[in-house]
């Protein structure tokens, strides 16, 4: 199994800085003096279709000859990674076949339509989502772009830290959600190449810990009936991203769903960021282990924006 290396998330960045966002990295004096440290956040959901998701996906499709990229790409996402990979499509030119959970929320099926993206409707199991995409692929010949265990994906995905680490030289440590695995894989090889002596700790919910236990015990162990309102981190980690997180991860920590609500409330209120609860997920394990992390330089990836207005938790 090929894995990616950080000269693959150099070429990554040269390829796709002319169609991404330079995310903004803000600060919160009042978010410094509840947790006790200096917090620095790579804002993502700033990023084009909200989401650090199209930096991976414009990597992808950009990385495609024109023979391949002319029968389209196609992917299953439950709604960020079909986004990003709907827009990058439609920056290139090409269809994008997205097959979604019927029970995706509403701002994430609208905004792939909006992209351009063809839907197709599926079960909202892992199975599902695989045959039907498979269906869709034998009958079209389009590029499968999985949401994260791709070598393409994972480059791009490390750009963010990348571009963290480039104005941020010097952190303790780097926070970021996991949930396939595609951000963290990428980050941990940004941050280890860049500042080899910093630290990579992932949070993900304590209803969806399938990463923090696959960790743990050192094979992966899949996601089964995940639990969390972090929507976006559901899924079970990739075979290339577990093997990356695996050699370059310092840990993973499992957060309270009232400590993901409370976290994203905080930064909601105080740096007026409108971010999605899988976002949150790093500041809430923060908030839960203050003293762990007290004095510290600490970057934080928010991974997003996209969220159902009309459902907000508090």
Known sequence: M???VFEDIIDAHKLIKEFIHRTPILTSSAIN???GSEIFFKCE???KTGAFKFRGACNAVFSLTNEQASRGVGTHSSGNHAAALALAARIRGIQAHIVMPSNSPEIKKKAVAGYGGIITYCEPTLQSRETTLREIAEKTGIEIVHPYNNCKVIAGQGTAAKELLEEIPILDLILCPVGGGGLLSGTALSVKAISPLSRVIAAEPSGADDAYRSFKAGYIIPSVKPKTIADGLL?????????????KVDDIL?????SIIEAMRLVWERMKLVIE?????????????KEA???LRIGIILSGGNIDLGNLPF
């Open 2 to 4: 090929k894995l990616p």
């Open 33 to 35: 003096r509840i947790i």
């Open 45 to 47: 959901n700033l990023q």
């Open 235 to 247: 899924t079970s980690l990739g075979e290339i991203n577990f093997a990356v997180i695996s050699q």
């Open 254 to 258: 499992t957060v309270s769903e009232e």
């Open 277 to 289: 609860p899988s976002s949150a997920v790093p500041l809430a394990a923060l908030l839960e282990k």
């Open 293 to 295: 992390f007290r004095n």
